[in-house]
């Protein structure tokens, strides 16, 4: 076994060049920057942290087209998924992402485990770190428990959704689906439609997007809305989010959209009082294939999923000509095979096991 | 006991006007007097307090002590020691204990384990409603013969406006003050922080500043139809000292309270943001800090502005700390988990000492709202001054004095505090019940 410092990424994977269009030269990918221990949201990557990512993942995605998907970049490490709340995509997809990479990967569900048992979040983790775990990549129904292990734990943290925080992972694919489409974020008008308030998908693209450069609309009722989003109080200086437009007309707010992205909508907020009915926010927010004629011709169409058909998406929409949400699926086990190596591969200095 | 003699400090006591380089004695645990130079007498112990501030001990008319029933996280001797080493030498016990104090003998009960193993006074406040659970008027009748000094279902609004209605005006026959948690639960529930921008980002569900502002305007109108005494517990909005002032200036029988906390602290500090940060940073491990989620919630900067504000020029009648510790598992886990509370008797002075500091209360004042001003709430002409005969309860604080906080080392066993290894300007040096000294600091 060689030991190899501060190896280039295509070395590490022993693989060829990816070909992307956009894809600037390897070379100058910042693909370690100096500290990066947690995913926790993106409030703290800036723009070009979030293209080394990207760029990292157009070598990821290689991989994953090769015949035999399967690299010895992460062996010997061990990733954790602990989700407290159900999902497939995500869950499978980090998954997935750790075992093309070589890591060895364990799922614990809330269900079925310990948790059952009444064992808190805390003693849950301290144990599966006693069990040496690199990463814990965590789902919880509580905004904050990834800071809250992160700031009890050793292990790096990944945050692969918490309550209606932030769902980085989901940013940052997202963000790449975009760039790879359209070879930059930059000026694009991208609309997020739906349950802003409570969506830490939404939460998490407004970091990424206004970061991006992008023009952001969020468009939703009011009573879905963030509150201080429809007041003055983004009217301060250093205001992070003081470009994003709010449009409670859906109409206006596709009007020459680059990106549309369609939220889930739950039906606890009719029970919540937030709604009257799933059916008038159907014929007054879903994205149908008449109003996608108000946006560009080339709009992109996305939804982070799981999608319900026919009230926040029409199913022409969703699986029509201009939908890339199976594309934003695929695109999630690259950007998180990249995040996997981005965590555990070592800070300056250290020193990363070759086969 | 000996004769106790405090020379040479700055004696503040309010009530009398008096603010002055002095010498106090104490003698069979009253006070003795007051000169410019006092002799010791033979036996007298004297304490040196050149260059600290000697008042009368603070007295905090809203504390939980927990006892019985959540011994885990206080109990009456760990509180009452904590309240010696903030200071204060009478704290007022909220009745939502296990059982809560709804009966004469859970009054006695406290009362008697607070003579028997309390460090300093303890008063016992009862419940307005049998088992506080808001259906039917407490008896207060007895209650108040037991010794009560208020009611109040404090942790829990009086939801049912009929019952608040009939509770201000049963209470007021026995001239003593319905205390109200106010916050209605319909724009509280599933609430863990102030609703703002920090909220939105950090994804907490926001309590707005109505939920409070709603059952105050409520709660000054039934006590306008009633003419009962209304006191609202820990006022945390600009909105509701407008009210209170609207009230004050009406005439009626309305008074309020401030934290330590919600005078110094914001709604930033959920986000583990100090001095010197923006709410804008990207959050860090330390950001969803369940020490400082608190009900009422800290609140944003304009209405921390404004209590200060309500403070100076008088609306705020007094400073209550609203003491609530938690063990540590009730912290150790996610915001939406976590209990509400913030363990606060030996933080109080240093909190509001930063008020002083910076020029926006006068330390007289200061002084006023924690001593004089809840004794006269209390109708208890012998507490919060240093009158000649008065009871010979003496705080000592050295104003300047600059220490880091260390909750491990709380006498409190709730170590439930935000301000955990923040430096605070201002720390009590010694403390006296009844003449004796119940704290005293190593040098």
């Known amino acids: 076994m060689t030991q190899v410092r501060s190896e280039p990424i295509q070395s590490v994977l022993g693989g060829r060049r990816a070909v992307v269009a956009s894809s600037p030269d390897l070379s100058e990918v910042p693909e370690r920057p100096e500290g990066r221990r947690h995913i926790l949201d993106l409030d703290d990557f800036s723009p070009a942290e979030i293209l080394g990512v990207m760029q990292n993942a157009d070598v990821m995605k290689e991989v994953l087209h090769r015949d035999i998907k399967k690299v010895p970049t992460l062996r010997g490490k061990t990733v954790i998924t602990l989700f407290y709340e159900a999902s497939t995509r995500t869950r499978v997809s980090f998954e997935q992402a750790g075992k093309i990479l070589s890591a060895d990967v364990i799922n614990v569900a809330g269900d079925g485990s310990s948790v059952e048992k009444g064992e808190s979040l805390h003693n849950t983790a301290l144990t599966l770190q006693a069990m040496n775990a690199d990463i814990i990549v965590i789902r919880h129904p509580h905004s904050g428990a990834p800071h809250f292990l992160a700031r009890n734990l050793d292990s790096c943290v990944i945050n692969a959704g918490d309550g209606q925080h932030a769902h980085p992972t989901q940013a940052l694919l997202d963000l790449y689906t975009i760039q790879s489409h359209r070879g930059q974020i930059d000026g694009l008008k991208v609309v997020i439609v739906g349950d802003i308030l409570y969506s830490r998908v939404a939460r998490s693209n407004l970091w990424g997007l206004t970061k991006m450069g992008a023009q952001v609309v969020l468009c939703a009722p009011p009573t879905l809305i963030p509150p201080d989003f429809l007041n003055s109080s983004r009217q301060v200086e250093g205001h992070p989010f003081a470009s994003v437009q709010i449009e409670t007309n859906v109409e206006r707010a596709l009007e020459g959209a680059d990106v549309v992205m369609a939220l889930r909508l739950q039906l606890e907020r009719q029970r919540a009082g937030r709604l009257p009915t799933l059916r008038e926010y159907s014929r007054m927010y879903g994205i149908t294939p008449k109003r996608l004629e108000l946006a560009k011709p080339e709009v992109l169409v996305m939804h982070p999923g799981p999608m319900n058909e026919g009230i926040e998406i029409d199913p022409e929409v969703a699986h029509g000509a201009r939908s890339v949400i199976e594309e934003q699926v695929t695109n999630g086990v690259a950007i998180r095979m990249a995040l996997l190596y981005t965590v555990l591969t070592p800070r300056r200095g250290g020193s990363f096991p070759l086969p | 006991m000996k004769p106790l003699l405090i020379r040479g400090g700055r004696v503040v006591d309010p009530a009398q006007g008096i603010d002055k380089i ?257 709410p804008f940073d990207p959050l860090t491990s330390s950001a969803y800090d369940t020490h400082a989620k608190v009900s009422p919630p800290l609140r944003g900067l304009a209405d921390v502005a404004a209590l200060v504000q309500g403070l100076r020029d008088g609306v705020i009648d007094l400073i209550a700390t609203d003491h609530a510790p938690h063990n540590r598992v009730d912290k150790l886990c996610t915001i939406d988990e976590a209990a509400f509370g913030i363990s606060v008797l030996e933080t109080a002075l240093g909190s509001v000492m930063s008020l002083v500091h910076s020029g926006e209360i006068a330390l007289p004042w200061l002084i006023d709202r924690m001593t004089a001003a809840p004794a006269r709430f209390l109708g208890r002409s012998d507490l919060g001054t240093l009158r000649e005969g008065a009871a010979a309860d003496v705080t000592i604080f050295d104003p300047d004095a600059e220490w880091t906080v260390d909750a491990d080392g709380f006498a409190s066993r709730g170590k439930n505090t935000p301000l955990d290894g923040m430096t605070l300007k201002g720390r009590v040096v010694a403390t006296i019940f009844g003449g004796e000294v119940v704290f005293s600091a190593s040098p």
């Open chain 2, 22 to 278: 002095a010498d106090l004695l104490l003698q069979d645990g009253l006070v003795r007097g007051i000169h410019q130079r006092i002799d010791p007498p033979d036996d007298a112990e004297v304490i040196d307090a050149s260059g600290s501030t000697v008042c009368p001990g603070f007295v905090d008319l809203h504390c939980h002590l927990r006892e019985p029933g959540y011994e885990d996280k206080e109990t009456i001797a760990t509180g009452t020691r904590a309240a010696a080493r903030g200071g204060f030498t009478t704290v007022c016990a909220m009745p939502n204990t296990n059982p809560v104090v709804d009966s004469p003998a859970l009054v006695e009960f406290v009362l008697r384990k607070a003579s028997d193993e309390g460090s300093v006074r303890v008063l016992s406040i009862g419940c307005v409603t049998k088992g506080s659970n808001g259906e039917e008027l407490a008896e207060m009748g007895e209650l108040a013969q037991a010794g009560v000094v208020g009611f109040s279902d404090d942790g829990n609004p009086v939801v049912d406006s009929n019952i608040m209605r009939q509770a201000l005006s049963y209470s007021s026959a026995q001239g003593l003050p319905v205390i109200n948690h106010c916050e209605v639960p319909e724009l509280f529930q599933g609430g863990s922080m102030h609703e703002g921008w920090i909220s939105n980002r950090l994804g907490i569900q926001g309590i707005p500043a109505s939920a409070e502002e709603i059952m105050v305007s409520r709660d000054i109108a039934l006590a306008e139809l009633t003419g009962g005494r209304l006191h609202v517990a820990h006022i945390s909005t600009a909105g509701t000292l407008e009210l209170v002032r609207q009230a004050k200036d009406k005439g009626l029988a309305v008074t309020c309270e401030v934290t330590p906390h919600h005078l110094t602290l914001s709604d930033a500090t959920v986000m583990g943001v100090r001095d010197g940060g923006s």
